[in-house]
Nanobody, 116 residues
Framework: QVQLVESGGGLVQPGGSLRLSCAASGSISRVYAMGWFRQATGKKRELVAEVTSGATPNYADSVKVRFTISRDNAKNTVLLQMNSLKPEDTAVYYC??????????WGQGTQVTVSS
């Protein structure tokens, strides 16, 4: 079993910043990708950013330039630095770990609310 523990969500004003972190533990043999997805109320879960082993990070168009993902392969951790936050970034953010067979593990989710 693999456990993903997230932290760093909260309430921030528009234009502010937050950093999300996720640590994976358990029976981790091989990791294909780690990343972040989000789900706003009434909407489908969508990719925010992910990084595969040895590859350039992939970002949703809506967060490019504003968000930066980084991954520590040795520690199985992934960080998401979110700058210039907008109200439309409000959502529950989920950490994701994808195995080489494309099985997905998910964290419990952390709420990010951008509001004045």
């Amino acid at each position: 079993q693999v456990q993903l523990v997230e932290s760093g969500g909260g309430l921030v004003q528009p234009g502010g910043s937050l950093r999300l972190s996720c640590a994976a533990s358990g029976s981790i043999s091989r990791v294909y990708a780690m990343g972040w997805f989000r789900q706003a109320t009434g909407k489908k879960r969508e990719l925010v950013a992910e990084v595969t082993s040895g590859a350039t990070p992939n970002y949703a168009d809506s967060v490019k330039v504003r968000f930066t993902i980084s991954r520590d392969n040795a520690k199985n951790t992934v960080l998401l630095q979110m700058n210039s936050l907008k109200p439309e970034d409000t959502a529950v953010y989920y950490c994701n770990l994808k195995t080489p067979s494309y099985f997905n593990y998910w964290g419990q989710g952390t709420q990010v609310t951008v509001s004045s």
